[in-house]
């Protein structure tokens, strides 16, 4: 037989939190809201461009144009994130793939430092996956976008067939 104590059923408090009576005026006996905490200041939009950064620059006489092309800077909340922090711009995503490629053909090198041996297979694989991002992009990009993904990828093309030949791949 079940015991007294398990037949109590478990109590519990109803709060009424409506901010109106049912006459619809203010209700007066509620204890004040705690203060919200204010959201963290917005830090200053950066002055980053689209161009690789300085220890990533070119050591080749192949220059990236992508100095010569980079958009003008992002207006403030103009991103697909709220509030506009670290907008993800298309350009950004071209010039990382780029700089990535320029680092597989051994292209970039940190001051100081000898470059990196070439990487092919994984060279031509940014350089396969830039070129479907242009097909698959084509008459949806802006005329700087069209620009930097277009003269990129000739760079990096010649560059490619350049260390290929060098390398005995290509005759």
Request: aromatic share 2%.
């Amino acid at each position: 037989m079940p015991s007294r104590k398990e037949e109590e059923p478990e109590e519990f408090k109803v709060v009424d939190r409506r901010l109106f009576t049912s006459e619809g005026e203010l209700r007066t006996d509620l204890p004040p809201e705690p203060p919200k905490p204010e959201p963290p200041p917005e830090p200053p939009p950066s002055s980053a461009k689209a161009a690789p950064p300085p220890s990533m620059r070119t050591s080749t006489t192949v220059a990236p144009t992508s100095e010569r092309t980079a958009p003008a800077e992002a207006q403030p909340g103009s991103g697909s994130t709220p509030g506009g922090h670290g907008a993800v711009q298309f350009e950004h995503l071209i010039m990382s793939l780029v700089t990535s490629a320029m680092y597989q053909l051994g292209m970039a090198a940190r001051p100081g430092e000898a470059p990196p041996p070439p990487d092919l297979p994984a060279a031509q694989e940014t350089i396969d996956l830039l070129a479907l991002l242009q097909v698959k992009t084509k008459g949806n990009l802006t005329g700087e976008e069209d620009l930097l993904l277009a003269d990129s990828l000739s760079e990096l093309r010649l560059a490619f067939v350049e260390l290929s030949r060098r390398a005995g791949r290509i005759r």
